[in-house]
C-alpha cells in the first residue's frame, strides 16, 4: 500500500504566529490604501493614475513575505524551504495544471450563474484599465500580477497560514479558515466565492504534492490569463 502523504512537515510556529502575521498585515494594508487612495486622487485622469494602486498592490504583496519572514523564518531561524519550497511529490506540476482548471471552471459558472441572476455587482472584477498606461506601467503590473501575487499570496495563505490553522484544528478546517482569510483579502464582493474556492483547490495541491512552487504555478497561470485579458483589450 502506497504511504499516504503527509499534509505538511512539522513548523515550529504557533496559531499565534499566525495571528500576528494577519494583524501586521492588516495593519500595513490600512496604510498603504490610505496612502494610495489619495495619490490615486491626485493622479486622477493623468496618464499616470494608475501607478498608485500598482505599487500599493506591490508593497501588500511584500507585506505578506514580511509578516512570514518576521513570525516564522526569522523568528525561529528556519530556512525558506520550511515554507515548502521543495520540489514535492512526482506529478505535482500536473496537479497544479489541474487544479488551475478547476479553478478556472468554478470561475466561469460562477460569473455566467451570477449573470443569469441579473447579479452584475458580484460579477468577479477584472485588472484596472489605468494600469496600462505606457509600456512602463505593463512592465509593471506584469510584475505585479503575475510574479509578486502568486509568490506572496502563496507564501503567506497556503506555506504560512495553512500549517498553523491544520496544526490547530486539522486540514479540513484549516483549509475552510486559511480558505476564508484568503477571500477576503481579494476585499471585492465578486471575488470572495472564487478566491474562496481558489484557497481550497491550492490547498489541496499543496497538501497531495506538499510543494509550495506548484501552488504558485497554478495560482501564476491564472493571474497571467487575466493579465493577458487585460493586456488584449487595452
Same mark, same amino acid.
Given at each position: 500500500m502506497t504511504p499516504s502523504i503527509p499534509p505538511f512537515p512539522p513548523v515550529p510556529w504557533s496559531l499565534a504566529d499566525a495571528a500576528r502575521g494577519v494583524l501586521l498585515v492588516f495593519s500595513i494594508a490600512l496604510v498603504l490604501i490610505v496612502a494610495g487612495g489619495a495619490l490615486?486622487?491626485?493622479?486622477?485622469?493623468?496618464? !499616470?493614475?494608475?501607478?498608485?494602486?500598482?505599487?500599493?498592490?506591490?508593497?501588500?504583496?511584500?507585506?505578506?513575505?514580511?509578516?512570514? !519572514?518576521?513570525?516564522?523564518?526569522?523568528?525561529?531561524r528556519q530556512p525558506w524551504a520550511v515554507l515548502g519550497f521543495s520540489p514535492?511529490?512526482?506529478?505535482?506540476?500536473?496537479?497544479?495544471? !489541474? !487544479?488551475?482548471?478547476?479553478?478556472?471552471?468554478?470561475?466561469?459558472?460562477?460569473?455566467a450563474a451570477v449573470s443569469a441572476l441579473g447579479w452584475d455587482a458580484l460579477l468577479p472584477p477584472g485588472l484596472p484599465p489605468s494600469f496600462m498606461h505606457g509600456a512602463a506601467q505593463k512592465l509593471l503590473a506584469f510584475l505585479v500580477?503575475?510574479?509578486?501575487?502568486?509568490?506572496?499570496?502563496?507564501?503567506?495563505?497556503?506555506?504560512?497560514?495553512?500549517?498553523?490553522?491544520?496544526?490547530?484544528?486539522?486540514?479540513?478546517?484549516?483549509?475552510?479558515?486559511?480558505?476564508?482569510?484568503?477571500?477576503?483579502?481579494?476585499?471585492?464582493?465578486?471575488?470572495?466565492?472564487?478566491a474562496f474556492a481558489s484557497g481550497i483547490l491550492l490547498a489541496w495541491v499543496y497538501r497531495r504534492t506538499g510543494s509550495l512552487w506548484n501552488c504558485i504555478l497554478a495560482h501564476g497561470i491564472q493571474n497571467t490569463l487575466a493579465f493577458l485579458a487585460l493586456l488584449a483589450g487595452a
Open positions: 490615486t486622487v491626485l493622479l486622477a485622469d493623468t496618464p !499616470a493614475q494608475g501607478i498608485p494602486g500598482l505599487v500599493m498592490t506591490l508593497a501588500l504583496e511584500g507585506s505578506l513575505v514580511l509578516s512570514v !519572514a518576521v513570525f516564522s523564518v526569522w523568528k525561529y514535492g511529490a512526482k506529478g505535482g506540476r500536473l496537479l497544479a495544471v !489541474a !487544479a488551475f482548471g478547476g479553478i478556472a471552471g468554478f470561475s466561469f459558472i460562477y460569473s500580477t503575475v510574479v509578486a501575487a502568486p509568490l506572496g499570496e502563496e507564501v503567506f495563505f497556503r506555506g504560512f497560514l495553512l500549517p498553523a490553522l491544520a496544526a490547530r484544528w486539522g486540514f479540513l478546517l484549516g483549509t475552510l479558515a486559511s480558505s476564508a482569510l484568503f477571500a477576503f483579502s481579494h476585499v471585492a464582493p465578486g471575488l470572495l466565492l472564487p
